[in-house]
């Protein structure tokens, strides 16, 4: 029951959407018909380019193809030649962590086309129907990735579990369970038969573990390691793990930090497996090149003592993440520092480390992600805005560029809004901090606002069920926001940092106050304060880039779509003669220099009233 209003003597409110009135002298209520016109033009279906929410990519397994998820489907895309295929097309489901598989045929997506996320595969020609691989799971699904051999995926879900599918018998089987979290990482043999993973100790430290059937603990809980990758020859697994510290002191206080601690390490798979790194010689016969097995090599492993039988590769410390092994090379991006509480700066590099030649080069800079073919030798790599095709070979050269110009999408806006609503509904029941949802019965609430779907014409209904639905938890940090909601650009202004107001008498307008601000920080620059801008409180403001400003004029109209400096001609009295020309830089909004006045004035009146004793 929302917003009720009395006339002494009736009460109308909202009620599930509906407005009543109840009539306090009988006792009766009734629901109100309103009948608004609308020619329904945010519901109305619609056609979209969706490259701006790309959420996943993805290669073909030679790299011929990209793969991409935006807004809830699945498309294909060509690197140089031929169409780009929409493969699920549907506003009633989101698919994602779409996958090729090794074979190039299929591909595998996770999608709530049922109500609740499973694992599907689909032809990647788009001509057969999707076919579910998993029936029966009612969570949160997180990660999802091909066997090399085609036979099975391996995927994750957020409550920690690590489940293979068989892609001919649907057979699921779990195979670990981590209670300190997620399994972020997980990474399957060259011949299929062994899955590494990580798993966390309760120290806070990731352990590199490897399954057959059952599991094996490869390290113990004193390093970190994380992101395994196998070696295509089945010699080795390479991983990432933080074993140098070395500290960063502080100049403000005692204090330290570490970062670029993350180094790559081999795990030898054999007893009689040799050295990674042996002493180089140049010896005869040294270069000549070995028979090459054709197709993965069968894995074998000793596991007792793997966990010793560990080398360091020759790789300088840094940020490193997302490692990958090809045949000759690792992969890996290198980020910049990161600490906690603060965001790591966005891009990092893709290097390579020629294996043999032990050196390492930069292939793309600025990344933001990348993607590996099957094959191992081809990236797709993510830039700020766009995509590009790289083989991954030391001081490769090439760039191919990869369209998303041809991501679009069928958009039916009430399918979408149902879809939104389903999803956040799974959400909250997925990811509450606590099972019993504060005592509420969950699926009752999400009935009853679900009921209302019906109703809603617009993003912002949704948003006003969904908030409504959230709300009933009684909880804090709790946040519903983002959409499409057609709203028209608002104009910028080129604002002063300052405050104007109207001497009716003069027929002039006068600067009533200038913000304080602390013009050395970009976020707190008061324009009208910086060094060189003649500006004083009182003065008033006679035209604004030559253009006369009298009482009939709006001064904010002229400041309208202006980011250039602005002039202003400003007299300490509302005439022309001793004018001055001001010039100053605009700032887009005043928010910060609002919340620094809110602050700094609070500050001198707490001084104040305390006499100096409190701060």
């Known amino acids: 029951m929302r917003w009720p209003s009395s006339d002494q003597a009736r009460i109308v409110y909202e009620l599930n959407g509906e407005l009543h009135v109840l009539d306090t002298r009988d006792g009766s209520d009734k629901a ?66 779409a996958q090729w598989s090794p074979d190039g045929k299929s591909i595998a997506f996770i999608s709530d086309m049922s109500g609740e996320e499973q694992v599907y595969v689909m032809d990647q020609d788009g001509k057969g129907k999707p076919v579910a691989l998993t029936s029966g799971l009612s969570v949160f699904l997180t990660s999802l990735e091909w066997a ?36 972020p990482d997980h990474a399957w043999s ?38 395994p990758a196998w070696d295509p020859e089945g010699r080795y697994l390479y991983a990432l ?49 070995k028979d090459e097995a054709k197709g993965p090599r069968p894995v074998t492993i000793d596991f007792e003592g793997l966990g010793q039988r560990c080398a360091r590769v020759p790789v300088p410390m840094g940020n490193l993440m997302g490692l990958h092994a090809s045949k000759g090379t690792l992969a890996y991006v290198k980020g910049g520092p990161r600490f906690y509480g603060t965001e790591p700066a966005p891009g990092g590099s893709l290097a390579v480390f020629d294996l043999n030649k032990r050196k390492e080069s ?31 070979k030391p001081d490769a050269k090439d760039r191919k560029p990869v369209s998303t110009k041809g991501l679009h999408v069928d958009a039916v806006p009430a399918q979408e809004w149902a879809e939104i609503f389903d999803e956040v509904w799974r959400r909250y029941r997925d990811f509450f901090y606590v099972k019993n949802m504060h005592g509420y019965d969950w699926k009752a ?25 959230v709300s009933e938890l009684n909880i804090g940090h709790a946040y519903v926001e983002g959409g499409d909601y057609l709203v028209p650009e608002r104009a910028k202004y080129g604002l002063p940092g300052a405050r104007f ?55 904010y109209t002229l400041l309208r779509n202006h980011p250039d400096p602005v002039t202003l001609t400003l007299n300490a009295r509302p005439v022309a003669e001793g004018a001055r020309r001001v010039t100053y830089n605009p700032v887009a909004s005043e928010d910060a220099l609002l919340y620094l006045d809110f602050v700094l004035t609070s500050k001198e009146r707490v001084d104040k009233l305390s006499g100096g004793r409190v701060g």
């Open 32 to 97: 109100i018909l309103v009948r608004v016109p609308t020619d329904g033009g945010a519901s109305r279906p619609t056609r979209l380019a969706v490259e701006k929410f790309v959420e996943g990519f993805g290669l073909s397994p030679k790299g011929e193809r990209a793969l991409f998820v935006a807004r809830g489907d699945v498309f294909t895309a060509p690197v140089e030649k031929g169409p780009t295929r929409n493969l699920t097309n549907s506003s009633r489901h989101h698919d994602k962590r």
């Open 148 to 183: 090399p051999d085609g036979k099975r995926l391996a995927f994750t879900d957020k409550n920690g579990v690590l489940y293979v599918v068989g892609v001919a018998d649907r057979k699921v089987v779990e195979v670990a369970r981590e209670t300190h979290g997620g399994i």
């Open 190 to 227: 060259p011949d299929g038969k062994f899955l590494a993973l990580t798993l966390r100790n309760a120290n806070g430290f990731d352990s590199l573990w490897i399954w057959d059937g059952q599991l094996h603990r490869v390290t113990s809980d004193q390093a970190p390691v994380t992101s």
């Open 241 to 289: 793990s933080r074993r140098d510290y070395a500290p960063l002191m502080s100049n403000l206080e005692f204090d330290y930090a570490g970062t670029g601690n993350t180094g790559v390490f081999a795990f030898a798979l054999r007893k009689d497996t040799p050295h990674p790194f042996p002493p180089e010689s140049d010896e005869v016969g040294a270069g000549e090149k």
């Open 362 to 392: 930069e292939l793309v800079a600025d990344v933001r992600g990348v993607a590996f073919s099957a094959s191992g030798d081809k990236a797709l790599v993510k830039l700020k805005e766009s995509y590009v095709l790289v083989d991954v």
């Open 445 to 469: 609430l999400g009935d009853r606002y679900r009921a209302q779907l019906p109703f809603v014409t617009h993003r912002s209904d949704l948003t006003y069920i969904l908030t409504e639905m």
């Open 501 to 555: 107001e109207l001497d009716a008498k003069a027929g002039r307008y006068r600067i009533a106050r200038i913000f304080r601000g602390q013009n050395e920080e970009a976020k707190y620059r008061s324009p009208l304060t910086e060094v060189g801008v003649d500006a004083r409180e009182g003065d008033y403001v006679l035209a604004i880039d030559g253009v006369e400003l009298g009482a009939g004029v709006d001064p």
